[in-house]
């Protein structure tokens, strides 16, 4: 079983910026589609963005134009660089790997966002 250990959060002033790393304890070119994913308290987890094997990605539209969302295969990485923080970006941020055939998911512990106004 694949283990992702995330890393990079932390507390910024809004407007700043933070690069959060997913590091695999194994290949990640088994999974299909890698993605980051937040949870802020008392809401659900969402989807920030995701990245299919060939490099195509999706974001949601709350963090588009700021967030990007990449991936090195070789080093068994995702990455998500985030600039121009807003407050409503404070969450705790999930790596997600996933793998369609077959069926097989694997998350993160979670690294923690505060942005502070």
């Known amino acids: 079983q694949v283990q992702l250990v995330e890393s990079g959060g932390g507390l910024v002033q809004a407007g700043g910026s933070l690069r959060l790393s997913c590091a695999a304890s194994a290949s990640i070119f088994s999974f299909d589609l890698m993605g980051w994913y937040r949870q802020a308290p008392g809401k659900q987890r969402e989807l920030v963005a995701t990245?299919?094997?060939?490099?195509?990605?999706n974001y949601a539209e709350s963090v588009k134009g700021r967030f990007t969302i990449s991936r090195d295969n070789a080093k068994n990485a995702v990455y998500l660089e985030m600039n121009s923080l807003k407050p409503e970006d404070t969450a705790a941020y999930y790596c997600?790997?996933?793998?369609?055939?077959?069926?097989?998911?694997?998350w993160g512990q979670g690294t923690l966002v505060t942005v502070s106004s």
């Open positions: 997600n790997g996933r793998a369609l055939a077959p069926w097989r998911e694997v």
């Open positions: 990245i299919t094997k060939r490099g195509n990605t």
